[in-house]
């Protein structure tokens, strides 16, 4: 019983010295801006319409707000282009992921 009173005791005494030195070893990025996407910068920019459920009238609308690729779309406001085109804002949060998924 006392080897293995030692080999907890030893145990938990290797975990609290891990636990106190892991800000030295692990490094945590701090900042209160939020990242910003990375795009890929490679040929023309995508157009909506590459999106499934994007046919032509959706992109007509979406080109009206200023939404013309999917780069546009990716940082666009999901409850924004519910309001503005007329669609649930379910289907413009999915046509968003959709497009992050496209750049």
């Not at 804002?89 to 992050?100: M, P, Q, Y």
Request: glycine share 6%; aromatic share 4%.
């Amino acid at each position: 019983m006392r080897t293995l009173t030692k080999i907890v005791g030893t145990v938990a005494a290797v975990a609290a010295l891990v636990w106190s030195a892991r800000d030295r070893f692990i490094q945590v990025p701090t900042s209160d801006r939020a990242e910003t996407p990375a795009f890929r910068s490679d040929g023309p920019p995508t157009p909506v319409t590459d999106i499934t459920g994007i046919g032509p009238a959706y992109a007509e609308r979406l080109a009206s707000m200023g939404i013309s690729d999917v780069r546009a779309l990716a940082v666009a406001d999901a409850e924004m282009i519910a309001t503005q085109i007329e669609v649930t804002a379910e289907r413009a949060r999915l046509w968003i992921d959709r497009a992050g998924e496209l750049t």
